[in-house]
């Protein structure tokens, strides 16, 4: 069975930073594509960042140069370095993994396994 278990969010103030890590179980992060999304309250879900197969990264512009995605095989481990976080950084951040070898982290949400979430809320 596959987990994804986030960690590390919390509560910071405009300017600070963060380190999330997800965890996952019964899924080889080697060679898949692995994203980090978040959610606001009454917006829809985005993606933040997407680290490749080959290790390419992709951000979304309102994170680059901010935020930073990596992952250790070794351990199983997707992390996201957030730094200089706004306040319009407030939501609920979801670990994702797709689901087939060697994709490209697109399409419909049924193409990941999720993560529960971890919240992160930043105050001004």
């Known amino acids: 069975q596959v987990q994804l278990l986030e960690s590390g969010g919390g509560s910071v103030q405009t300017g600070g930073s963060l380190r999330l890590s997800c965890a996952v179980s019964?899924?080889?992060?080697?060679?898949?594509?692995m994203a980090w999304f978040r959610q606001a309250l009454g917006k829809e879900r985005e993606e933040v960042a997407t680290?490749?197969?080959?290790?390419?990264?992709r951000y979304a512009d309102s994170v680059k140069g901010r935020f930073a995605i990596s992952r250790d095989n070794a351990k199983n481990t997707l992390y996201l370095e957030m730094n200089s976080l706004k306040p319009e950084d407030t939501a609920m951040y979801y670990c994702a993994a797709d689901r087939v070898i060697g994709g490209y982290c697109r399409g419909p949400s049924g193409s990941f396994y999720w993560g529960q979430g971890t919240q992160v809320t930043v105050s001004s």
């Open positions: 680290i490749f197969s080959n290790g390419y990264t």
């Open positions: 019964g899924y080889a992060t080697f060679g898949r594509c």
